[in-house]
């Protein structure tokens, strides 16, 4: 039998995820407001793919984290540490 969470647990396929997010809420963007700076920048990305980086289930590409730093204005180690900023 297959036994489903209870709840969406976080992921370990990155360490910047929640990170992100916190970055994300500080500048007050919404996920669709970062999705479509993404894809302005050439990153083909939907809302899906941006909550699993965001919950930690998805790895992301050196491109993503540079156009992610870039967009949230923020050097790229702050992805990694945020509470320097």
Same mark, same amino acid.
């Given at each position: 039998m297959i036994s489903l969470? =209870?709840?969406? *647990? #976080?992921? =370990?396929?990155?360490?910047?995820?929640q990170n992100i997010v916190l970055l994300r809420k500080r500048k007050n963007l919404k996920q669709t407001d970062l999705?479509?700076?993404?894809?302005?920048?050439? #990153?083909?990305?939907n809302q899906s793919a941006l909550s699993a980086i965001e919950g930690q289930h998805r790895k992301v590409s050196d491109?993503?984290?540079?156009?992610? *730093?870039?967009i949230l204005g923020v050097p790229l180690e702050a992805l990694f540490s945020p509470d320097n900023l």
């Open positions: 969470p =209870t709840r969406k *647990s #976080i992921g =370990t396929e990155n360490l910047i995820g999705l479509a700076h993404l894809q302005v920048r050439g #990153i083909d990305i491109r993503e984290l540079l156009a992610i *730093s870039d």
